[in-house]
C-alpha cells in the first residue's frame, strides 16, 4: 500500500513571498489533516478535512494560510504572504479510523 | 482540553538496556492515546494505542506501553533496546472537541548508545 505522498520535501523562500504545498493521502482515507511541526515542538494541527469539507480550522491562520481539497482526495496548503515564523515542517497525514498516517512533510524555510 | 506532557527532553539508555519513556496524559472522558516515533527526515510512524482493554499494549518494533489510569500515565517501555530505536519519540491524545486530531507532547529523545 502506498502511503502518504507530500512536495515539495524542501523549499526555501523568502519572507512574504508566497508556496504551496500538495498532500495525496492512503487511498479510500476520508479524513486529511495538515499539521505544523516547528523545530522542537510536537506536530499541531492546522486543518482537517473529511472528505472535501472542513471539519476543524480552529488554529489556522486564515489572514496567511488556505487550505483546500478537491474532489476528496488531494490536498494542498498555501502560505500568502509568508512570515519568518512560517519556517517549520508541515506534515499531512490520513487516517480511515483511529490511527493517522503521516507523510514525509515539506520542511519550509522563511528567510 | 485533552492534552499528554512528555516530562523528558531526552532518555539516554545503553544498548540491551531496558527503556522507557514517560507520558502523562489530561482529558475529560475515556483517553484515546498513541506513541509515534520520527527518525531524522521522516515523517512520523505509528507505534501503538490504547483505546480500550487491557491496560499493557504491544506495537511495533516490539514496544509496549502500560496504561495506568490511577496515575493518568501512559509511558512506552521496550525490554532491551538496539542502537536503531534512537529517534525522537511523540506521545498523542487523541481530542474528541477538534475533529479527533491528535494532540501531541513535544516529544523526547531517546540516544541508544553501544
Known amino acids: 500500500e502506498a502511503g502518504v505522498a507530500q512536495s515539495p520535501r524542501y523549499k526555501i523562500i523568502e519572507k512574504r513571498q508566497s508556496v504551496a504545498f500538495w498532500c495525496n493521502p492512503i487511498?479510500?482515507?476520508?479524513?486529511l489533516y495538515w499539521y505544523q511541526q516547528i523545530l522542537g515542538q510536537g506536530p499541531k494541527l492546522l486543518i482537517q478535512f473529511q472528505n472535501n469539507g472542513v471539519v476543524d480550522d480552529s488554529q489556522l491562520p486564515k489572514d496567511r494560510f488556505s487550505a483546500e481539497r478537491l474532489k476528496g482526495v488531494d490536498s494542498t496548503l498555501k502560505i500568502q504572504p509568508a512570515k519568518l515564523e512560517d519556517s517549520a515542517v508541515y506534515l499531512c497525514?490520513?487516517?480511515?479510523?483511529?490511527?493517522?498516517?503521516f507523510g514525509p512533510g515539506t520542511r519550509l524555510t522563511v528567510t | 482540553a485533552q492534552s499528554v506532557a512528555q516530562p523528558e527532553d531526552q532518555v539516554n539508555v545503553a544498548e540491551g538496556n531496558p527503556l522507557t519513556v514517560k507520558c502523562t496524559y489530561s482529558?475529560?472522558?475515556?483517553?484515546?492515546l498513541f506513541w509515534y516515533v520520527q527518525y531524522p527526515n521522516r515523517g512520523l510512524q505509528f507505534l501503538l494505542k490504547y483505546i480500550t482493554g487491557d491496560n499493557l499494549v504491544k506495537g511495533s518494533y516490539g514496544f509496549e506501553a502500560e496504561f495506568n489510569k490511577s496515575q493518568t500515565s501512559f509511558h512506552l517501555k521496550k525490554p532491551s533496546a538496539l542502537v536503531s530505536d534512537s529517534a525522537l519519540y511523540f506521545c498523542a491524545v487523541r481530542d474528541p472537541n477538534s475533529g479527533y486530531a491528535l494532540n501531541f507532547g513535544k516529544g523526547t529523545s531517546l540516544l541508544v548508545t553501544p
Open positions: 487511498s479510500g482515507h476520508a479524513t
Open positions: 482529558v475529560s472522558g475515556n483517553p484515546y
Open positions: 497525514a490520513s487516517s480511515p479510523n483511529y490511527e493517522q498516517y
